[in-house]
């Protein structure tokens, strides 16, 4: 680290140190701090030498009321977030609302009628995504009360997840949504050009598996009887072809 970048960084803790000072916020935990939510990696976490990571430079949501989509930014190594078509941006400094880490959560809902509904944020062992530097790996997630912790697992290895120091940006999808979730639509498209078609079910839907560049690898992304590998090959999915 560079000796600027330093003061810099310096800079900005005293003055973070001066505004609470000056404030009515305490910065001492009173008795109902549960401890750190995140497990922060010393280190920079990526998943280069995992073969089970999905490349994941552009994640499209299944909300399409606004359309909202995360564009890894190469050059920053985080994750740009957009709206409506547009970049969102701070209202005050007009600057990109930028993420480090991306998790998803496969999140069951209750309506409770009138257009509303709750999520079950309280739930143990469902799906989700852990994504950073342009990958995602496949975890699990448990909240086992309302006011604790919710600790994400890597479903290959079972342990806790480590993730990079930054801001992090948390979406809880509607179950009957997840598999419209999209990651890398660009990739893809390039599979869509070698399709191999084959008709089934997955989490009671209807739907076209589209294939891939081999054949071989067919199971490793759609596998009607495992729903995690639901992701890409939905009938929604195969409607863009």
Request: hydrophobic share 30%; with cysteine.
């Amino acid at each position: 680290m560079s000796a600027s970048l330093v003061g810099s960084e310096m800079c900005k803790e005293t003055g973070l140190k001066q505004r609470f000072a000056n404030s009515k916020y305490t910065t001492t935990y009173n008795d109902y701090y549960q401890g750190p939510h995140f497990k922060f990696a010393d280190g920079e976490v990526t998943f280069d030498d995992r073969s089970d990571a999905i490349s994941a430079t552009t994640i499209e949501l299944p909300f399409k009321h606004n359309g909202s989509t995360l564009k890894y930014n190469e050059e920053t190594g985080t994750y740009d977030y957009y709206e409506y078509g547009s970049a969102h941006k701070d209202a005050d400094s007009n600057a990109q609302l930028t993420f480090e880490n991306v998790i998803l959560q496969d999140t069951t809902f209750a309506e409770l009628g009138e257009g509303y509904l709750i999520y079950n944020a309280i739930d143990s062992g469902r799906s989700g995504y852990y994504i950073t530097q342009g990958k995602a790996i496949e975890v699990t997630w448990t909240k086992s009360s309302e006011n604790a912790i919710t600790h994400y697992y890597d479903a290959k290895t079972g342990e806790e997840i480590q993730i990079n120091t930054g801001k992090t940006y948390i979406s809880l999808i509607p179950s009957d949504g997840w598999s419209s979730l999209v990651i890398n639509k660009s990739d893809h498209d390039r599979r869509i050009k070698n399709k191999i078609p084959s008709a089934g079910r997955c989490r009671g839907r209807d739907f076209l598996y589209i294939g891939v560049m081999d054949i071989k690898d067919k199971n490793k992304y759609f596998d009607a009887g495992n729903p995690k590998n639901c992701l890409l090959y939905t009938s929604d999915a195969a409607d863009d072809r």
